[in-house]
């Protein structure tokens, strides 16, 4: 089964922006809307960006989404040490009929 | 307020078999399609199988079909996944998570299935 790519890991200081990129193809970012999700350690994950760009009610503004073309990008402005997390992608992929996740990236505040 | 509460996880043997249970609350379930998510130890995530409000549709990964059957209790507001042939892969903590228009907006706490002989 594909993944979307994801960086393995990142780091900044607190304060700084990061970004995560997300690398897919035609029959999946390329077509279909693409959702973040972020996971707190020994949590469940919780839904951070959903239809490319938009933020649920309770997620700060810190976070945003984009999408271009096949790939997608999740910034975080302002980093602050609980935003330590592991992060994915994902996106309805049409020619598998499955929802794809990326392979997660591990956020870390230094 | 919204609440998964999922169960069954357990110890089972490679080609056992188990049955996941999700309880849903706080909204109306029949209105929405389910998805389960796993994460296998120390691993990303990995979408497994949903299923659509009336139960009419359903998808899953390709590493569990033919094994794995997603299905609905609209009635009694649950989710189920029929697991058999287990395999050592399919050991991670499974999520229901409810779905609305291909985004996952809310996610319960999550059951242990451990595969192993």
């Known amino acids: 089964q594909s993944v979307l790519s994801q960086p393995p890991s990142t780091s900044g200081t607190p304060g700084q922006r990061v970004t995560i990129s997300c690398s897919g193809s035609?029959?999946?970012?390329?077509?279909?809307?693409v959702n973040w999700y972020q996971q707190l350690p020994g949590t469940a994950p919780k839904l951070l960006i959903y239809?490319?760009?938009q933020r649920p009610s309770g997620v700060p503004d810190r976070f945003s989404g984009s999408k271009s073309g096949t790939s997608a990008s999740l910034a975080i402005s302002g980093l602050q040490s609980e935003d330590e997390a592991d992060y994915y992608c994902?996106?309805?992929?049409?020619?598998?009929?499955?929802?794809?996740f990326g392979t997660g990236t591990k956020v870390s505040v230094l | 307020e919204v609440q998964l509460v999922e169960s069954g996880g357990n110890l089972v043997k490679p080609g056992g078999f188990l049955r996941l249970s999700c309880a849903a609350s706080?909204?109306?379930?029949?209105?929405?399609?389910m998805t389960w998510v796993r994460q296998a130890p120390g691993k990303g995530l990995e979408w497994v199988a949903n299923?659509?409000?009336?139960?009419?549709?359903?998808y899953y990964v390709d590493s569990v079909k033919g094994r794995f059957t997603i299905f609905r209790d609209n009635a009694d507001n649950s989710l189920f996944l029929r697991m058999t042939s287990l395999r050592v892969e399919d050991t991670a903590i499974y999520y229901c998570?409810?779905?609305?228009?291909?985004?996952?907006?809310?996610w319960g706490q999550g059951t242990l299935v451990t595969v192993t002989s």
């Open positions: 239809d490319n760009y």
């Open positions: 706080g909204f109306t379930f029949s209105r929405y399609w």
């Open positions: 299923i659509k409000e009336d139960g009419s549709e359903k």
């Open positions: 994902a996106a309805w992929d049409g020619s598998l009929r499955s929802h794809l």
């Open positions: 035609d029959s999946n970012i390329g077509t279909n809307i």
């Open positions: 998570a409810r779905d609305y228009r291909g985004w996952l907006e809310y």
